[in-house]
């Protein structure tokens, strides 16, 4: 039987008599392994490894699409900070006031990453259907003003940043494509004045001719 720390999701772990398992599992963690993932096969990975990023990333994935955009827990329940569905974009005032920008970037950039290692259509159409039917590609264009609608988090920012990395490159739609990039030049123009190389660095890789 699966058995948990206490009752409250902030605390919780899952142990099988054998293995524990971290759980409570954030949209945080998410961006940085679709990060790491992509990249890693793309630019590292063996035949046989690229398949199993593959598996992975579209396991992932269809989690999520199946959990209707949530990251579920092994008991079938939303985790706190899991949120990529569109009730959560339209209506909760924890996106309304930071995170549907962030979110929305996190998630699109993960389809692709699905759809770009498994070349399955599904992911595509998942992307297709947030990005334009619920339009959450209006969302990453305004990503840093809603970052910053509340209050700011330098945690929320180093994500999109990573989340938009993800998404721009490997983003095949131009018209898209010029809206993440409006997306990132409103968070580099919030962020410039720290130079912060990490930053600088994606900006420079994604927003500049030169």
């Known amino acids: 039987d699966w058995v948990t720390s206490n009752?409250?999701?902030g605390d919780l772990f899952w142990y099988d008599g054998e293995w524990c398992w971290k759980g409570n599992t954030s949209s945080d963690e998410f961006?940085?392994?679709?990060?790491?993932?992509?990249?890693?096969?793309?630019?590292?990975a063996t035949p046989e490894e690229r398949r199993d990023v593959a598996a992975t990333l579209g396991r992932i994935l269809d989690r999520i699409i199946g959990c209707g955009y949530l990251i579920c827990d092994l008991d079938g329940l939303p985790t706190d900070?899991?949120?990529?569905?569109?009730?959560?974009?339209?209506n909760?005032?924890?996106a309304l006031l930071g995170d549907a920008g962030l979110n929305s970037a996190?998630?699109?950039?993960?389809?692709?990453?699905?759809?770009?290692?498994?070349?399955?259509?599904?992911f595509l159409e998942a992307f297709d259907y947030l990005a334009r039917e619920?339009?959450?590609?209006e969302n990453v264009r305004r990503i840093e003003a809603i970052n910053t609608a509340y209050h700011l988090n330098h945690d929320s920012e180093e994500m999109a940043f990573l989340a938009m990395y993800t998404l721009m490159r490997l983003e095949t739609d131009a018209a898209l494509w010029a809206v993440w990039r409006e997306g990132l030049e409103g968070l580099w123009q919030a962020r410039r004045a720290e130079r912060d190389p990490e930053l600088n660095m994606i900006y420079a890789a994604l927003g500049r001719a030169d």
């Open 7 to 9: 009752t409250q999701k």
């Open 31 to 44: 961006v940085g392994h679709v990060l790491g993932l992509s990249l890693f096969h793309d630019l590292a």
């Open 81 to 90: 900070d899991g949120h990529f569905d569109p009730d959560f974009m339209e």
């Open 92 to 94: 909760d005032f924890r």
């Open 106 to 122: 996190m998630i699109l950039g993960g389809l692709r990453a699905a759809h770009h290692v498994t070349g399955e259509r599904r």
């Open 134 to 137: 619920r339009n959450y590609q």
